[in-house]
């Protein structure tokens, strides 16, 4: 698996739960994120919630990586999203303005 120290990347665990988080390090047997949310869909579209409600939301966890799937960059939108949610910080993207 391909992981991208200091990006935010998608994980899908074994247990069938997807999380968005920023990876930071990785050894032969885990990855360390920061600031991870669970995805879930809803009828309103993708919600992200904090996969751990009673820990420091700003804390690093540990995965076990027998317990990953897949592995993949997240979409820009998404990403936009998770900073966001873990900063306040609404990005902004440039585009062409139309009408």
Request: glycine content about 6%; aromatic content about 4%.
């Amino acid at each position: 698996m391909n992981f991208t120290i200091n990006e935010v990347q998608t994980i899908k665990l074994s247990n069938g739960d997807e999380i968005i988080a920023k990876v930071g390090s990785v050894d032969h047997t885990s990855i360390t994120v920061s600031n991870p949310l669970t995805v879930l869909p809803s009828s309103q579209g993708i919600q992200l919630l904090p996969s751990l409600f009673t820990s420091d939301l700003e804390c690093s966890v540990q995965i076990n990586i027998s317990n990953i799937t897949m592995v993949a960059d997240a979409r820009d939108q998404v990403r936009d999203s998770y900073l966001e949610a873990t900063t306040g910080i609404k990005p902004v993207r440039s585009q062409i303005l139309t009408g």
